[in-house]
């Protein structure tokens, strides 16, 4: 099993691109996150989905958008890219729902906004 | 306000010493507690978890960590360190009703041989 996979590992945006982050899991999981880690920060929760279907607001959604494609498979867009969106991001999932779980994290995204 | 706190951002040990890395948090309600580790150029494993029961948990790579509700606290020690211990180590804990890992700044832990 590969886990969580996340592409691109890199990427270099200019100011008002677009871009979609995908993430997909192999391990039948329900629950999917993404998360953005900053220097010197722990990873704060952009957006998660309960299950095939539902997607949330985490603790800093403002300026991404999700999609749930299936159920391996969740994305994060950025519409128009700004320089606090540089960061390192991290997609994870989980069999069951938040708490109940262990979440399993992907290798991250590095993504840099000029 | 809900946060997590680990104490030591950086710390350096000699090969076989022992490690503590302190952990608080501060919640209201039960919560789970965990404990991640990034090695360089890898993503973030699990260490260990505490859900219930025994206080006292044990992870991979000889790491176990304690659990004491009176002081909110969630500690991971491990009593000899390798060089390959070198990483960054995460305190996260998620409210049982919630989705949400809260993560801690991380702490990063440099072996020197």
């Known amino acids: 099993n590969a886990g969580v996979t996340q592409t691109p590992k890199f990427q270099v945006l200019k100011t008002g691109q677009s871009m979609t982050l995908q993430c997909a899991q192999d391990?039948?999981?329900?629950?999917m996150y993404w998360y953005r880690q900053d220097p010197g920060m722990g990873l704060r929760l952009i957006y998660y989905s309960a299950s095939e279907g539902t997607t949330d607001k985490g603790e800093v959604p403002n300026g991404y958008n999700v999609s749930r494609l299936n159920k391996r498979e969740f994305s994060l867009r950025l519409e128009s890219a700004a320089p606090s969106q540089t960061s390192v991001y991290f997609c994870?999932?989980?069999?069951?729902?938040?708490?109940?779980?262990?979440?399993?994290f992907g290798p991250g995204t590095r993504l840099t906004v000029l | 306000a809900q946060s997590v706190s680990q104490h030591n951002h950086h710390v350096i040990l000699s090969e076989a010493a022992s490690l503590e890395l302190g952990c608080n948090y501060s919640?209201?309600?039960?919560?789970?507690l965990f404990w991640y580790v990034q090695y360089p150029g890898q993503h973030l494993q699990l260490l260990l978890k505490?859900?219930?029961?025994?206080?006292l948990v044990k992870g991979i790579k000889g790491f176990e960590a304690e659990f004491i509700k009176s002081k909110f606290s969630f500690n991971l020690r491990k009593p000899s360190v390798q060089w390959s211990d070198t990483a960054e180590y995460f305190c996260a804990v998620i409210k049982t009703s919630g989705y949400a890992l809260n993560f801690g700044k991380g702490t990063s832990l440099l072996v020197t041989p």
């Open positions: 391990m039948n999981h329900n629950s």
């Open positions: 505490y859900f219930s029961g025994d206080p």
């Open positions: 919640y209201g309600g039960t919560v789970n």
């Open positions: 994870a999932s989980s069999e069951l729902q938040g708490a109940s779980d262990t979440q399993y």
